[in-house]
């Protein structure tokens, strides 16, 4: 079971909120479709709360070109692009208040890879990172690991985050818990972290 760290706060520097990939492509999936309301719900709450405690607050998006120099690995091999700039899919998800919030735009699950997310947090003298939105044992993983790899205290949010597969979610966040020492906690705590 993945271990609960809410107390963390207090041996913490500063804090900033991390919204990964809420876009309307990740939400074609029946299952994130159908957790699209309440995900989007605990992302807002999280942002609301991170701006009254005025957190530095970042949205990462996955956004991939026509012309295949963006495509990972598997998007060349079955020939099949994903997420295009400029389209419906590559849109932040209906309801979520991410308008006039920084923005993070990266082509790999990783926040991290490629972009100069570590440089605009360490700029903000961030040492502690809140991770919300999809997919849980995809792009929300790959950015934690990543920002452990970078120095960076990392708590996921239980409520705010959300995968395609359940089983594949919860032992990702256990590795994570346990040999990253990484927390995994509720919206509550989080608030508190981000205030």
Known sequence: MP?????????????????????????????????QEALVGACNALIDAAQRGRAPVLVARTEHLPDRSTWTVSMLDDDQGFIFRGT??????????????????????????????????????????????????????????????????????LDAIGSTNAQYAAAMLEILSVEYRQAVISRSEAEALLT
């Open 88 to 157: 419906h899919q590559a849109d932040a998800v209906e309801g979520l208040r991410v308008g006039g919030l920084e923005t993070v735009t990266k082509t790999r699950d990783s926040a991290f890879f490629g972009t100069d997310l570590a440089e605009r947090l360490r700029g903000y003298g961030v040492e502690r990172l809140v991770l919300a939105g999809v997919s849980t044992h995809n792009c929300v993983a790959h950015t934690g690991a990543d920002a452990f790899a970078h120095d960076f205290r990392v708590s996921y949010v």
């Open 3 to 35: 271990r609960s760290d809410a107390s963390a706060g207090s041996e913490r520097g500063r804090v900033a909120l991390l919204i990964i990939d809420m876009q309307n492509a990740f939400f074609e999936d029946e299952v994130l479709a159908g957790a």
